[in-house]
């Protein structure tokens, strides 16, 4: 099992935590999140109720296309690709090229959340 480390800080600790990581003054561990968000509020935007439906869908029912994960959760197919490429953009979707069309595939079986 997968588990999606999630972290919540402030714009200017992350930025710091990035710098000093870059420059060699801390050291990334393995438990340490891999995603940050700024605030509890962004967070539950991108986790929404409807999107963590979504992400079990696409872990349960592995769906090669977006046609057929809209066709899967009644969602229109230009809403969920923006959906899509958000997660996408946060690491918890990556979006597969399959012939001529993309295949969702969820990054985690489980999200850990560090404030």
């Known amino acids: 099992m997968k588990v999606i480390k999630i972290g919540i800080a402030s ?16 050291k990334a561990k393995s438990s340490d999140p891999k995603i940050w968000f700024t605030s509890m509020r962004s967070l539950a935007q991108v986790l929404s109720d409807e999107n963590r439906a979504l992400l079990e869908v696409i872990r349960s029912s592995k769906p090669v296309s ?22 996408s953009n946060y690491g918890l979707v990556k979006m597969k090229k399959q012939d001529r069309a993309l295949m969702p595939i969820a990054c985690g079986d489980r999200i850990e959340i560090f404030v």
């Open 11 to 26: 714009q200017e600790d992350i930025r710091k935590r990035m710098l000093a990581i870059a420059s060699g003054k801390l």
């Open 66 to 87: 977006v046609t057929e994960l809209a066709d899967l959760t009644g969602r229109k197919q230009g809403n969920l690709s923006r959906t899509l490429k958000t997660m």
